[in-house]
């Protein structure tokens, strides 16, 4: 019934139907549990699945499933959030739920995604693709931020180069473009504390070699990469990065910073061997803030520079992340 939009809207209409099967996913049968579970990942492509999800308070209960290690349909439940989420109210109904007392909170989540095996039966790709669902929410985008838990961006820094898992990978790059939008944050994030430059360069990066002087100047993991390495596949995953390196210059410091790492170089070469047209023109967008002289005084955080709202509303979006079941 829930394999087709008709049905699917169906059941949506009926809050005792939608009820029902979340409480049989906690079925002592497995193949009833395992259909429930299916069930309710299917539901949650409809917008109107976010409405009986608050109004059921149903997610601290999925997340307290997600977060046993001995659940078999942890990553179904994992799905139906990344679904859940792309929704900006889906978002903040997230956000709310793991602000809540006795939720699964943010840092347990981030340590499940982290922790190698913590469950022998998922391996929680999905919840990358919720981290960057629920920062489209400031209040999200705070909680990473907060430099108390600095940990929590750190620990997820080596996953934009991922190789296992697309998924994996895409949604950690959309949500560091995400925290990029903050731009009072931008000094910390280029910190040593955080240092996320590198994380942001190395999957656009290739085997070029440059001559020594300017390889002093790169980032240190970019230094002599070996004669294998390989750009990222994926040209949505690029541009992604390229959008969040646009993001850090828009405060003179900013732009000072990665024109000090030589962020041109790595970009120049990667234009130089791009096929994707919106990768190549996000590529050249970047090199003109890199080489351009600086704007005014006046226009030096160029977050702050008025521009027509509709253009503006173009640009000013985070990114949620599309994940199908």
């Not at 929410?137 to 961006?153: G, I, N």
């Amino acid at each position: 019934l829930t394999g087709s939009r008709d049905g699917r809207a169906a059941v949506l209409c009926h809050r005792e139907a939608v009820k029902a099967l979340m409480e049989l996913t906690t079925d002592t049968q497995p193949l009833i549990s395992r259909d429930a579970h299916l069930a309710l990942l299917n539901l949650s492509e409809q917008e109107e699945f976010v409405a009986r999800v608050a109004e059921l308070q149903a997610i601290p209960k999925f997340l307290q499933i997600v977060a046993d290690p001995a659940c078999k349909e942890a990553d179904k439940l994992c799905m139906m959030f990344s679904n859940l989420t792309r929704h900006l109210s889906g978002a903040e109904a997230f956000t709310k739920a793991i602000a809540t007392d006795g939720c699964v909170s943010l840092s347990q989540l981030v340590h499940i995604f982290d922790r190698k095996n913590f469950n022998k039966d998922a391996n929680f790709d999905y919840l990358a693709a919720v981290f960057s669902n629920i920062t489209q929410v400031k209040a999200a985008r705070s909680y990473f931020l907060d430099r108390s838990s600095k940990t929590l961006v750190s620990r997820l820094l080596p996953y934009t180069r991922y190789e296992a898992s697309l998924v994996r990978r895409g949604g950690i790059v959309g949500l560091l473009k995400n925290l990029t939008f903050e731009v009072d944050a931008h000094e910390w994030l280029l910190s040593e504390d955080v240092d996320l430059l590198p994380s942001l360069l190395l999957p656009l990066a290739g085997p070029e070699q440059f001559d020594e002087e300017e390889m002093q100047k790169l980032p240190e993991d970019l230094q002599y990469l070996p004669d294998d390495k390989k750009r990222e596949e994926d040209p949505d995953i690029r541009k992604i990065l390229l959008e969040a390196l646009m993001k850090l210059c828009s405060t003179k410091s900013g732009r000072s910073y990665l024109k000090e790492k030589q962020v041109y170089l790595i970009v120049r070469e990667l234009h130089a061997q791009e096929r994707d047209r919106e990768v190549a023109d996000t590529c050249d967008k970047l090199v003109h803030m890199l080489i351009s002289d600086e704007p005014p005084t006046e226009m030096d955080n160029l977050a702050e520079v008025v521009i027509p709202e509709d253009i503006a509303r173009k640009f000013s979006m985070p990114l949620a992340t599309s994940c199908v079941s």
